[in-house]
């Protein structure tokens, strides 16, 4: 039987397709041996701040922003209160709940956060996604959040954020979170 070239491609493009992706994919357990050990219980715990900035999606900084997190655990359960205060003025608020869901593993809920994260802990890491819905003109929208933290040291947490909807990115969010004493 014969069976044209340009089937025997496309019949490929799949499986080529899936290689590739497979191979820019990071994971959180890449991370699983690095210190120090990122412990949510405890670097989420008390008072922390945190400093930003907003990319669109050329990478240009186009919002600055500051927030003061009340984080504590109670029952097992663990609440992250942050006010944000944008260079513009404009505040914000979102209180996350993360609720333990396995070995490094939790649930994270959130107001404006459409449905639960997934987030994973390995080593000084923690990876989690999920659809925030933000006010854009007289309505909202949707985007896709995929979170990345890495503990870099006892009290300082780094984190990158990209932004997607459809799949196309839409911007990044840099920040930085301390333990304030």
């Known amino acids: 039987m014969f069976v ?16 590739l992706a497979s191979c820019n994919s990071v994971d959180v357990i ?12 405890s670097f989420f715990d008390g008072q922390l701040r945190a400093a930003g900035v907003l990319k669109d999606r050329s990478g240009k900084v186009i919002r600055y922003f500051t927030a003061d997190i009340k984080a504590y655990w109670k029952e097992g359960v663990g609440t992250l209160e942050e006010d944000f205060v944008f260079d513009d003025g404009e505040k914000q608020r979102r209180v996350w709940t993360l609720t333990p869901n396995g070995d490094n593993r939790y649930i994270g809920t959130a107001g404006d956060v459409i449905g639960e994260s997934d987030i994973q802990v390995a080593g000084n890491s ?19 959040i995929d979170d990345r933290m890495y503990l870099v040291s006892e009290n300082v947490l780094m984190n990158e954020s990209s932004m997607s909807k459809f799949g196309v990115n839409v911007g990044q969010l840099l920040l930085v979170i301390q333990k304030v004493d």
């Open 126 to 144: 923690m990876f989690l996604g999920y659809v925030l819905r933000i006010p854009y003109g007289d309505g909202t929208i949707d985007i896709t």
């Open 4 to 19: 044209s070239p340009i089937l025997k491609v496309a019949g490929l493009l799949p499986l080529m397709v899936l290689l």
């Open 30 to 41: 890449d991370y699983k041996n690095n210190q120090p050990k990122l412990v949510a219980e």
